[in-house]
């Protein structure tokens, strides 16, 4: 996005990537689909120790100017829920278009090309490849990512280089990411593996209502991803399965109206029926509603409307979709995206303290980070 822009001011730009092929995140992404803005963002949907940073790029590029770019070259799309855009067909129709538009500005792109060495020099710096030569510019932009993913070629490159130049990097960890557990609570995400069910997860202030997962490492789904973004070591979650049911009061009420009836069948009516049978067995409560005191009404209500658990970690970047911190923002102009301390340095996307909810966020901060510093380079 930034060599394209740089390219339509009559820059020559170079673009240099490691990986064999370009843009394998945006392949992935999304299912294959791409999950390529979202028309509802806005500052509040990212994360960074200066919320106010991402203000300026953001109103500089919306997701309206990247949504008209999408039509331009006749990519069919649809919402899929909550704002989020899927390109129709596959996420390489999104590849393909950045690709055209980078041509048509007549930037020059160089894969499977290392960076040995980057060096600041008179008028700009020096870049060393593992081609065996090197280059010289007047601007520079780290453009890199984080550290999610190790499998697509994800490292911490532009971290170094940012402390190359003496900038603060705010510690990255994995974001986005699925939680792990021990002991009980594992041995109950085991037996429920691949069962969803939609919830309400909150970690402090913060809350989401979306699906969550049951997995043999622990919790996954929406929810969990977008919680995991705000948990820290040792903190407990507070998971509601039946959102908008109070399931004490629901059991109540069936003890007095059907006292016959199953518990596990009561709350199959609520929840899929392999959580209930596993949630009953949990509380040793195998009977008929008649057999519950109002005492257990509370506990079962408890255990369903305010799952306590204390993760014991992350998956870590592997399975992660984005990573937290990165360059300070203290260190860049929110204008233009330049290092303050050192003019033609810019970082642009995921390498900067800035980071998205899930769906489709993290894209729009690199279209309109890249944007941005395309205008200034």
Known sequence: ?????AGKRGRRVLLLDHAEKIAEKIRISGGGRCNFTNIHARPENFLSQNPHFCKSALSQYTQQDFIALVKRHGIAFHEKKLGQLFCDDSSSQIIDMLLKETANAGVLLRVKTKVENIAAVSGGFKVETNRGGEETCASLVIATGGLSIPKIGATGFGYDIAKKFGLNVIPPRAGLVPLTFDGAILKKCKALSGLSVEADVKCGRKIFNEGLLFTHRGLSGPSILQISSYWQDGEEIIVDMAPGKNISIVLKDKKKRQAKQKISTVLSEILPRRLAQGICDEMGCGGTMGDLSRAQCD??????????IKPTGTEGYRTAEVTLGGVDTRELSSQTMQAIKHPGLFFIGEVVDVTGHLGGFNFQWAW???YVAGQHV
């Open 1 to 5: 996005m930034c060599a394209i822009e």
């Open 368 to 370: 309109s980070s890249g």
């Open 299 to 308: 506990v079962i209500g408890a255990a369903v409307n305010e799952w306590r």
